[in-house]
């Protein structure tokens, strides 16, 4: 089994004596997994196991599953509605005398719907079973094609979001690289920072400034935004390797992505890091909006 996609569609089709049996399945987003279903007046007796059937098969969705029941007439003896066949050759006569219209022929009047009826088939216990048990062969068989259709949809998901962790590891490598998180540079820095407040006022206490300058220095530090950064990305990717739902945690992780980028750029003090925080942004926004997508 693979990761899917909550999006698809599949149709079934099966033929036996007693009728010819249709399921359509949709499958859409859902937070959680919600099936409806739609059957043929007097089939209520399959819900239960059609529902079942399809809350064993999958995790998340909005599933609407169709279900059209075509029972054969199995030679059964055509009835006549005389007290309707009465009337409407009553009507046709009326309209000869009167407008001179051709008289209503019988193969004419018998092909008028609601003349000639076929009585639907009345079934016992045994092709009620045996019923049964090919709608929810059908079912079975529209079930599997709808999980097909979204693991297709899955895999070429699940390239989506490897290749947007693959640049949320690039922006990470290059914040990592920036020139202006060197030793050397935080120290130029800093060093005019003091200086410019010293120059400012003869009252400052330059070690009390170097002290302070040190301890600012140390909370814009994003080193750990950027291990917590990398250790998202090694998790986002062992989960789009398994074969279970796993649309939740990793929308949980896109969350996190989200909070280590806003951390990085709100401690930034450089131009050139705050350009990468921003555009980890954008790739975090287009990761979490496919993410909706899985299952």
Known sequence: MALQSMT???????DISLASIVWEIRSVNGRSLDVRL???QGYDWI????????????????????LTVTQHAMAANPVVNEDFLKDVAGLAKRLEK?????????????ALKGVL????????????DMLGTAILGALDEALAGLTMAREAEGAALVAIL?????????????AEADPSRSAEAIRQRLSAQVQLLLDGSSQLDETRLSQEAAFL??????????????????????????????????????????????TLC??????????VGLEMKVVIDQFREQVQNLE
Not at 105 to 110: F, I, K, M, T, Y
Not at 117 to 128: A, F, M, Q, R, Y
Not at 163 to 169: D, G, N, S, Y
């Open 8 to 14: 698809g569609f599949a149709r079934s089709q099966a």
């Open 38 to 40: 739609r059957t043929p």
């Open 217 to 262: 220095a140390t909370k814009a530090d994003i080193r750990e935004e950027l291990d917590r950064l990398n250790t998202h990305i090694s998790a986002s990717r062992e989960l789009l390797s398994g074969d279970r739902a796993v649309g939740r945690k990793l929308d949980f992780i896109a969350q996190e992505f989200n909070r280590e980028s806003n």
């Open 162 to 174: 490897s290749e947007k962790l693959a640049e949320l590891e690039i922006l990470s490598a290059r």
């Open 98 to 110: 009167q407008f001179g219209c051709k008289p209503a022929s019988a193969d004419g009047l018998l």
């Open 47 to 66: 819900d239960a196991d059609a529902r079942k059937a399809i809350q064993q098969t999958f995790a998340r969705g909005n599933i609407q599953a169709s």
């Open 117 to 128: 009826e076929l009585p639907e088939t009345v079934i016992g216990d045994v092709e009620k």
């Open 266 to 275: 709100s401690k930034s003090n450089a131009t050139s890091i705050t350009a």
